[in-house]
């Protein structure tokens, strides 16, 4: 049990030593002890762990409760992950050690050097192969230490001897101090320094320090006459070293001793419980001995009143924890916590790094930890200082314990305990283990344990040990946790962590405790893209009849699967759950199954449904299976065999499927489900306040009438003659279109339009000649369409009866004017006159509408003498007015045409007198040649500003002739001064004139062409 913290509070002024109440740190830790069966990790058999109890107990008197406690507390620390891992060191060790023992061991830029109690140095690699031994002693080495470079070696042996030598060259000193000599230390740098400089103590009680000068080594004490100096170590500038009375720390620098860490006085013996000094950095040394851990931490003095002495050293020391354990430290190094297994303490003290001492490198922060080397002594009278034994059974030895390997924390907490097993445990001593930290450039630090028969190599378990235990244990979840935390950081996934295969067997855990959910949830992560494994999983579900779990993850893309699979599981929901099949089948790609096998297999369910025919309403499960026929037949594009199931399961795209599928042929026989089904999308968003929408123009009716080849109208109408609103609606459509496609049916269209639209029956009598005019007239007779009777009358010949419907039914004496005008028959407008003579409202009426079809005089003069006429004066008033406006536009129009005749009359006649002009590239028009040639033949201009020759103007040989002689008497036109006889040329001009009557050729030619 670990007991209460031992502090030194107390300020030491003379000599530099102060203690901090708030660093101190106070530790009441309970250590629970197993039986030392833990497990073991790393290399098998040299660690258990757990902190490990005896074996034997000294007096052989244990509690049966405490026995049982001890086993239920192992139980509990089996499923405790251990903080270190551990192997043997191998190469030549073992064969090293077979005749010999080591005793103590150094290590410096990676390599080991070990020393025996034969004398004898080794020097190894870190693999355990050997670069060199040597014999420097003839009795045990106690002490080892290198320098960095590891070249020299110096060795304190119990023979009196101090030995340094270089490993690479012949440099080699050698000192006989007289005494058994426990413990040497080489300055920092010792290969590049010219002083070669150490220091060395023993039995003798000195401290001695070495230094190469001209004539030799010079010998400088530090330190006598307090007992024998048990061990030493130098770094930087200081160097402490432990005797009976304490630790004490001398700064080369100053030289000047800057303190004294007294050794309790109830302590064990110094001689069978050694001390170990470790200096963490250059500021803060770290003090193992018998059962007792000390920090101190050293930083320069303070300037001020009261501290200006010159007697007082630069430096302090200052103690900023005091552990007390209950057991003996065998060796003390820093540890870091970079196991995944330790965590810090949450209620502990964690020590700051001190601020570097003046001189020396800055101190490098303080680790979290410490790891120790415990040791329990076997024979409690050792602790006590009762050497005497009273009892034979007392003087027999007793067999040690085996040592352990515990982290404790900066507070003082025990993060963790392993036993250690090396052979021949039982007879070693405190003083035979030797614990040394080894600083690798390749990768973290790690630790050796040293034996007198044997190494083990310590080092933390890094994430990949922490994925293994947990594997181990069946914790497959945090292990893959852990796993894609240190990929999300970065970290390369070597060879011992198989990610995949850990996965495998956590499945594999899953299924086999029926967990089935969770298996299949952590199938993606594992399977990945392999097609193989996945496929494999897929079937292990199945035969476990567990597949609906792992459905939802497997993959339709990167990887696929086979076809198999995933018929499987669609012939799974056909059987199970169809509204899953119908979204799987909406969702997966096509091409990843065989769509014609599973349309088989739906087509083999939808034909077993009680309601599977056209005619008997649906059931539930009857119109899941249509949807997913619909989809897979579209899928493959089978466009034919789902139209039938699109149009009986009411889908909106049906016309697109229709139009973007060229299935017209298709739906010959589906004319009136179309129509039924557009009609019922229309009512229904009616009912939504759609009163947009139009079902007499909807998409059916609209794909019927586009597509009459491919669709026929016979057929169609054949359909819907049951249907009578929808063959109006389709009828109207295609009259719409063209009136020519409904002639067949013009008799139906008039039912149908004096049925369902009357007020568009009279256009369609108008725009339509192919109806029996008879048999419309009886319709409109019996549904009393009395303007309709009134047209066919008019179309059957019938203008008098038509009229006296007009009079007799309607009495709109507008209409009845209208009428007469369109007949253009004198007896109708006759017979409209006579029926006015005694009905006043007709005279007016005639009187406001009458026009050129009747002279109003002789609408006046049936007017009876007394006859009463309401606005008569009014209507002839508007008569007279009338022919005045007449008038008045007659003589507008008379003076506008004169106007205009006249304008015309003077261009003709400019257009026919003014000249125009010739060149030589002028041709005629009749006969294409130049109007002008040498000698110059007779040209003709006409008025309409043709210019052709003589000879071309007339075929006649007698008019050539005169044209010919014409152009030679020419030149006689000119009287005796040169100038033109003007008689002569008009009597010449009258002569040819009467010889050519044809006129312009040109305008001949043109006039024939056209009539051509």
Known sequence: MMSSVVSESQEKAANGLTSSPTALS?????????????????????????????????????????????????????????????????????????????????????????????????????????????????????????????????????????????????????????????????????????????????????????????????????????????????????????????????????????????????????????????????????????????????????RGSGNNAPNLPPLIVEITAVFQLDCMLAGIVPHTMSSPVLTLPTNGAHTSPAPPVSGTSPAQPALTSFLVLAYTPPDPSLLRGNEMASTHAEQARKAAERPELRIISRAGEELAADALTFAGYERFGCNDYVLVDIHSAEGDPYYIVLSPQDIVVVKPRDWRDHVAWLVERKRYEEALDEIERRQSMGEQMDEGVDAVKIGQSYIEHLVGEGKFLEAAKLCPKV???????????????????????????????????????????????????????????????????????????????????PSSSSAAPATADTVILMECLSELFVANRQYGKALPFFIRLRRPNVFDLIRDHNLFTSVQDQALLLVEFDHELVEKRRKEGDESVNFERGAAITLLVDHVHSIPISKVVQQLRGRRYYLYAYLDALSAKDPHLTSDFADTQVELYAEYAPQRLIDFLRASNYYNLERAYRECENRDLVPEMVFLLGRMGDNKRALNLIIERLGDVHRAIEFAKEQHDDDLWEDLLKYSESRPAFIRGLLENVGAEIDPIRLIRRIKNGLEIPGLKSALIKILHDFNLQMSLLEGCQVILNGDAADLARQLHNDQTAGFFLNRKTTCPVCTLPLIQTPQMLLLPHLCRHVVHASCASRDTQAQAVASQEVEDSILDLDSTGHVNLNARVARTALIRAKIKSGCPACHKREEGLRG
């Open 527 to 609: 399977c990945g893209h392999d097609t193989a494994r996945w496929e494999d999983w897929i079937f292990v579900f199945t035969q476990q009849h567990r597949l609906q779990a792992i459905i939802p993850y497997v993959p339709t893309e990167s990887p696929t699967l086979g076809h198999l699979v995933y018929e499987m599981i669609l012939a799974y929901f056909l059987s199970h759950d169809r509204t899953a099949l119908l979204k799987t089948i909406r969702d997966w790609p096509k091409s990843i199954y065989d769509v014609s096998a599973v349309i088989v297999a739906v087509q083999a369910e939808l034909d077993r449904a």
């Open 26 to 302: 106070h530790v009441s830790q309970a250590h629970e002890h197993s039986d030392g069966d833990g497990e073991h990790s790393g290399g098998e058999g040299y660690s258990d762990v757990g902190d490990s109890g005896s074996d034997e107990d000294g007096d052989g008197t244990e509690d049966e409760e405490e026995d049982e406690d001890v086993e239920e507390d192992s139980d509990e620390e089996d499923d405790e992950e251990p903080a270190l891992k551990y192997e043997k060191f191998g190469g030549v060790l073992h064969d090293l050690l077979k005749k010999d023992s080591a005793s103590a061991v150094s290590y410096a830029n990676k390599r080991l050097t070990l020393g025996t109690h034969a004398g004898i140095v080794h020097v190894l690699d870190l693999t355990g192969q050997r670069i060199k031994s040597v014999k420097p002693h003839s009795a045990s080495i106690i002490d080892i230490c290198t320098d960095e470079t590891s070249d020299f070696i110096a060795t304190a042996s119990m023979d009196g001897q101090v030995v340094i030598h270089s490993i690479s060259t012949s440099e080699a000193y050698s000192f006989d101090m007289k005494r058994p000599m426990r413990t040497i230390a080489l300055e920092p740098n010792f290969a590049k320094r010219t002083s070669r400089a150490f220091i060395c103590g023993g039995m003798a009680g000195n401290l001695v320090m070495h230094e190469k000068g001209w004539l030799g080594h010079k010998e400088t004490l530090l330190h006598s006459g307090e007992g024998p100096i048990w061990q030493v170590r130098w770094r930087g500038r200081l160097i402490a070293w432990a005797n009976d009375s304490g630790v004490k720390i001398y700064d080369t620098t100053s030289q000047m001793r800057i303190t004294t860490i007294e050794r309790p006085a109830d302590s064990p013996r110094a001689d069978l419980f050694k001390c170990t000094l470790h200096w963490q950095d250059d500021s803060t040394l770290l003090i193992a001995w018998a059962d007792e851990i000390k920090v101190a931490r050293i930083r320069a003095r303070q």
